[in-house]
């Protein structure tokens, strides 16, 4: 009888330490670098899931550093789409790219900044 106990209390231990629920993070870093691969400071950075009805939370904007690298956190597993530009109105240089977000690791991921084109904006 004592075995049971023992063996009871024993599972049941392994049940519940092997049950414990996880808050993952979701970080990513972008840089921006010419096409020459040099880093571009006070690039404005726009972060953001392009779905109907999506969080407030899923559009997030920052600059570049001195080393032109930028960093998020979002609360959940996601794909942004990730839009960098200098300059006034219009952009003087535009770079795009995407970034699929990866549970409890930092994603890091690379914009080339090139000059604006108007007659051909976007990405």
């Known amino acids: 009888m004592m075995k049971k106990i023992v063996f009871l209390f024993a599972l049941s ?3 519940f330490s092997g049950c414990r629920i996880d808050n993952p993070t979701y970080s990513f ?3 921006v670098t010419n096409p020459d691969g040099v880093a571009i400071q006070n690039v404005v950075i726009e972060a953001s899931v392009d779905v109907p009805g999506h969080r407030e939370e899923a559009y997030m904007v920052d600059t570049t550093g001195l ?3 930028v960093e998020f956190e979002y609360d959940y597993e996601a794909v942004f ?3 960098g530009t200098r ?3 219009p952009y003087t240089h535009i770079g795009c790219g995407f970034v699929k977000l990866e549970a409890n690791q930092t994603v890091e991921s690379s914009i080339i900044l090139l000059p604006y084109d108007p007659s051909d904006p976007g990405c």
């Open 13 to 15: 231990a392994l049940l």
């Open 29 to 31: 870093r972008i840089k």
């Open 67 to 69: 080393d032109g690298v």
């Open 81 to 83: 789409k990730i839009l």
């Open 87 to 89: 300059g006034g109105n």
